[in-house]
């Protein structure tokens, strides 16, 4: 319920023109920095949240590759370098 009501205020923000919404911020001066401090934040969270997906679907296209048959490769995904510190091409 809280999003579709999210979604409906976005999409009601988004068809105003500039007077229109400036009146609108006039009008509700004292929540709309709370509110607006409170986007920020959600936005952040949403984007901290895709970043996991990605990582996840990152590291499922890797998985999956393996088990098609491709080589796995030589380190344990730790993010370590080689022994010698030597950039190893992957071809």
């Known amino acids: 319920m809280i999003f579709i009501k999210w979604v409906s205020l976005r999409w009601g923000i988004l068809a105003q023109n500039k007077k229109s919404l400036v ?19 959600a936005a952040t969270d949403i984007k901290r949240f895709a ?5 996840v679907e990152i590291r499922m ?19 370590e370098s080689a022994d ?5 091409s992957a071809a």
């Open 61 to 79: 296209a890797v998985a999956l590759a393996i088990v098609e048959g491709d080589e796995p490769p030589d380190d344990d995904g730790g993010g």
């Open 23 to 41: 009146k609108m911020v006039s009008e509700h001066h004292d929540t709309v920095g709370p509110w607006l401090v409170g986007l920020h934040h």
């Open 84 to 88: 010698d510190g030597e950039i190893v």
């Open 51 to 55: 970043e996991a997906i990605q990582s």
